[in-house]
C-alpha cells in the first residue's frame, strides 16, 4: 500500500512589536516610499528581549498540533529550519521538543537560509513515505533581526521575525506533498552570509570590531539569481509531479521582494493574483515566510480544500528548491486534544527531568 504525506495542521507567529518604514528611515538614511517601492515591505516585526526562535515556533507549533488534532506526544519527528538558531549547538529544535513535551520525537535542525523550510518539508515527506514514521512537526522559525546590522539600510530594511508550523500525517489516501525539487550552488555562499562565530572565523574582539556578527548581503547579486531560478524550479517540480502550470491554483513564493515575485510571475506568465504575497506585513522571515504566507492564505479562506499549489524559495547557500502539493486539511480523528494543556506539564516534566539528572549526578559521583 502506498503511503502519502499530507500537510494536516498549521499554524503561525509573528512577534507583536511592529517597526514600520518610518520607524527605520529614524535609525537610518531611508525612506517609505523607497523601501515600499523597491521591496514591497511596509512593515516587519521584531522580537522583544526573551522572544526567541523556540518560543515563537511553540506558539506556532501549538496552534498546528490543535488544527491537526494531534498531541505533542503523538509527534515522531520534529525539524525546525532556521538560519538563526539559539545556539550552536543544542539544536533549537530540542528546545522546541522539550517545551511541547514531545517525548517520543526526534528533534534536529536544518539549514539552508530561506529555502530552508522547502527542504524539511521534503526531508519530513519523505520519511513519512518510507514507513519509518507517521507524524512530524515541520518549522520554519527566525529571530534574524538579532543579527541584522540597523547602521546597513541595504539590509536592516528587508527582515522580520516569526515562525510558521506545519504537521505532516501518514495516510493511504492520495495527496499531500506530490514531488519536491532542492539545489544548491556553493559557489556563491559568499553573496550572503554571517561570517563571524563559526568556526572559520571564532567570536573574538576583531571579528566584533569588523561587524562580522551580522549579515553581509551583495543584494543585487543575490536579486539576480533569485530572479533566475524562481520560474526554473517551479517548472522542474510541476514536472516530476507530472502537473501543467495550468493545474495550480497558488504559488506561495519566499516573501523577499515583490520585485523577485514579479520577475518570477512574468518568467511563468501568471497573474500576480495567483500568487500569495504577504511581505508587505512581515518582510523577509526567512524560512519562515512561506509557511506564514500559507498559513494567512488558509485563513483567509484563499487556500481551500483540493487546491494544487507549489511553493518556491531560493536563499543564502545559495540554494533554492521548490514542492509542489495538494491541499487536504486535517484528517479525520476522533475527540478534541488541547495541545496547548500539555504545555504545563511539558514544563513540570522538564524540571523533574532536571532534577532527576542532578540526583543520579550526587549518587554517581558517591560510587566513584
Ligand atoms: N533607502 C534608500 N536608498 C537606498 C537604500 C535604502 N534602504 N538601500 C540602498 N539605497 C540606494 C543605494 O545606495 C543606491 O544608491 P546610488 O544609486 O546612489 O548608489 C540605490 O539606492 C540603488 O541601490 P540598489 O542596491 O541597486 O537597490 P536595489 O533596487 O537593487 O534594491 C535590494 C536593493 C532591496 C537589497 C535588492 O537588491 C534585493 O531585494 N535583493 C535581494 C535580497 C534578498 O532577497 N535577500 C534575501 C535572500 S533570502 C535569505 O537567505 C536570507
Redesign the pocket.
Known amino acids: 500500500m502506498t503511503t502519502y504525506a499530507h500537510i494536516t495542521g498549521w499554524g503561525m507567529s509573528a512577534p507583536e512589536s511592529i517597526m514600520t518604514n518610518d520607524d527605520l528611515s529614524k535609525i537610518?538614511?531611508?525612506?517609505d516610499q523607497?523601501?515600499r517601492e523597491?521591496?514591497g515591505i511596509h512593515q516587519r516585526h521584531i522580537a522583544k528581549d526573551g522572544e526567541f526562535p523556540s518560543t515563537l515556533a511553540v506558539q506556532a507549533a501549538l496552534k498546528a498540533l490543535k488544527v491537526a488534532n494531534l498531541r505533542p506526544t503523538d509527534l515522531d519527528l520534529i525539524i525546525c529550519s532556521t538560519?538563526s538558531p539559539e545556539y550552536i549547538f543544542p539544536a533549537t529544535a530540542c528546545l522546541i521538543q522539550d517545551q511541547l513535551g514531545a517525548t517520543k520525537a526526534g528533534a534536529f535542525d536544518l539549514l539552508a537560509?530561506?529555502s530552508g523550510f522547502i527542504y524539511a518539508l521534503n526531508m519530513a515527506a519523505q520519511a513519512i513515505r518510507s514507513g519509518s514514521i507517521k507524524s512530524a512537526l515541520v518549522i520554519g522559525s527566525e529571530t534574524l533581526s538579532r543579527f541584522v546590522n540597523w547602521k546597513d539600510?541595504?539590509t536592516c530594511?528587508?527582515f522580520g521575525d516569526g515562525a510558521g508550523a506545519f504537521v505532516l500525517q501518514a495516510s493511504d489516501q492520495p495527496g499531500g506533498v506530490l514531488s519536491a525539487v532542492m539545489h544548491s550552488d556553493g559557489s556563491g555562499s559568499n553573496l550572503?552570509t554571517i561570517e563571524g562565530g563559526g568556526s572559520r572565523h571564532p567570536a573574538t574582539e576583531a571579528t566584533l570590531h569588523d561587524g562580522r556578527h551580522f549579515i553581509q548581503?551583495d543584494?543585487?547579486e543575490?536579486?539576480r539569481f533569485?530572479t533566475r531560478v524562481m520560474a526554473s524550479a517551479t517548472l522542474e517540480v510541476l514536472e516530476c509531479a507530472g502537473l501543467k502550470l495550468e493545474d495550480i491554483n497558488w504559488i506561495v513564493p519566499?516573501q523577499?521582494?515583490i520585485r523577485?515575485i514579479g520577475a518570477a510571475a512574468r518568467g511563468l506568465k501568471l497573474p500576480m493574483e495567483r500568487f500569495i504575497v504577504n511581505l508587505q506585513e512581515y518582510g523577509?522571515t526567512?524560512t519562515a515566510s512561506i509557511p506564514m504566507a500559507m498559513v494567512e492564505a488558509i485563513e483567509k479562506g484563499q487556500i481551500k480544500t483540493g487546491d494544487k499549489l507549489v511553493m518556491v524559495g531560493?536563499?543564502?547557500g545559495l540554494t533554492w528548491g521548490a514542492l509542489a502539493a495538494e491541499w487536504t486539511g486535517p484528517l479525520p480523528s476522533k475527540g478534541h486534544v488541547h495541545p496547548e494543556q500539555y504545555r504545563r506539564f511539558a514544563r513540570l516534566r522538564s524540571l523533574v527531568r532536571r532534577a532527576i539528572r542532578f540526583v543520579e549526578g550526587l549518587l554517581y559521583r558517591r560510587e566513584l
Open positions: 537610518v538614511e531611508t525612506n523607497w523601501i523597491r521591496t538560519s537560509a530561506c539600510r541595504s530594511i528587508l550572503l548581503m543584494g543585487n543575490v536579486f533569485a519566499h523577499a521582494n523577485i523577509n526567512s531560493f536563499g543564502a
